[in-house]
């Protein structure tokens, strides 16, 4: 048995469509409807360019089969969701233009480039963009 790569990320929001429009503009992810009998009024799933449903968004109570959470207390030791990049500059430049708050770090002995954002529910994100892809 192994894990093969993490599958997605679910976030549990009181601010379902400012999540949404965050991941949309931000990381130029996809909202899609999730498959029934999920309420795509209650849980949207953003998609890659790849297809991938790389977070779940869903608000409090729409997940019946799963146990609910108290936001921002049942979260555990999670500090932070990284994700692989491409695009830098690009994406320095798109958060400066929509006013986003961000950290940029440079880790020199493995050549990473980091930009550190929250989304609306104070999720902290961390942006990685490798040798070559910066």
């Known amino acids: 048995m192994r894990v093969n790569r993490l599958d997605h990320v679910n976030i549990q929001t009181t601010r379902l469509a400012e999540t949404v429009r965050f991941y949309a503009a931000v990381l130029d992810l996809e909202a899609k409807d999730p498959p029934p009998p999920l309420d795509p009024a209650e849980v949207r799933w953003m998609h890659d360019g790849d297809g991938r449903a790389i977070f779940h968004l869903s608000s409090p109570g729409s997940l019946d089969a799963i146990e609910d959470i108290n936001i921002g207390e049942d979260t555990g030791a999670i ?15 798109r958060l400066e233009q929509l006013g986003v708050r961000h950290r940029l770090n440079h880790v020199v002995a493995v050549d990473l480039k980091q930009i550190f954002v929250r989304d609306p529910n104070g999720v902290l994100l961390e942006l990685n963009y490798r040798q070559g892809q910066h």
């Open 79 to 93: 500090h932070h969701v990284a994700l692989e990049c491409s695009g830098h500059d690009l994406m320095v430049e």
